[in-house]
Every structure is written in structure tokens, then in C-alpha cells.
């Protein structure tokens, strides 16, 4: 019987790894390209700089994916949540379909718009006060979640 002669360790080449690992951790992948991830777009891109740019005129610095998830929540903001003096939303409810619209668009979990952010800015932006319902718990009064 022949034996098979081992030429030592193979060593796999790394490149392909590393042109993954720098798309998924947003560094630049080559020259010319963006360092955000693929699902965003050029036109995407256009709006994130512009919103960069109005921050950074406040003199607000932020990171391309801080924009983006500032824009994808305002985006659920105008589509999915409008004041009603007439009903109310639970407050997890509302928090669970934000996370969820977040995770549909971007594959990841807010890092920005936590919970107690969420709830802020919906105090704030609707000027409501979070009340207490024994039947659903925490609720927000005067607001209306549009599925």
C-alpha cells in the first residue's frame, strides 16, 4: 500500500474572509465603495448623508448607522403611530412593533432608540403621559397605533 505524503499544514487563504469581515463590521471593502452595508442603497445613502449633514450643521456629530436608525424611526413614526383622543396603545405593544419594523430593515436590534428613549420621545413628540390601566397595564393615552 502507498501511503500519502502530507506537504505540512494548509493554510486557507484569508482573503475572502477578510473581504466579508469588512463588509459586516461597515469598513471600507475596496476604493470607491461605502462602509455601510448592503441592504443600503445609493438613494439610501443620499438621504443618510443629507441627514448627516443637517446634524452636523447643529453641530451634532453622529455615525452613518446612528442617521440610519434615526431615519428608520421616524419613518415608523409618520407610518404607524397617530394621536386619537379617543383610544390608547400599550406601551410594550408599540415598543414591540417599533423593534420589530427595525429588525425587518436592518437585521439588528436598536442600539439608539432603547426602551426608555422610545418612551421618551413618544411622551414628547405626542405630549402624552404614560398611565396605568388595569386591564393592559402601561398604556399611552391619545394615541393610535395604524398597523
Keep these: 500500500m502507498s501511503q500519502i505524503k502530507s506537504r505540512g499544514p494548509v493554510i486557507p487563504s484569508r482573503t475572502a474572509v477578510a ?10 471593502a ?14 439610501s445613502l443620499d438621504t443618510l ?8 450643521l447643529a453641530g451634532i456629530e453622529g455615525e452613518p448607522w446612528e ?3 434615526l ?8 407610518a404607524h403611530v397617530r394621536p ?19 429588525q425587518r430593515q436592518t437585521s439588528g436590534f ?6 426608555k428613549e422610545f418612551s421618551a ?7 402624552v403621559a404614560i398611565a396605568n390601566n388595569d386591564a393592559q397595564g402601561k398604556i399611552f393615552p391619545g394615541i393610535k397605533f395604524v398597523p
Design 19 to 28: 473581504e466579508q469581515s469588512r463588509r459586516i463590521r461597515g469598513k471600507p
Design 30 to 43: 475596496g476604493k470607491g465603495d461605502h462602509p455601510l452595508p448592503e441592504f443600503i442603497d445609493k438613494e
Design 49 to 56: 448623508s443629507r441627514f448627516g449633514e443637517k446634524f452636523r
Design 67 to 69: 442617521f440610519h436608525e
Design 71 to 78: 431615519t428608520v424611526f421616524n419613518a415608523f413614526l409618520e
Design 84 to 102: 386619537n383622543s379617543t383610544q390608547s396603545v400599550q406601551c410594550m405593544l408599540l415598543w414591540s412593533k417599533w423593534v420589530r419594523v427595525f
Design 110 to 115: 436598536p442600539k439608539l432608540i432603547r426602551e
Design 121 to 127: 420621545i413618544i411622551r414628547d413628540t405626542f405630549g
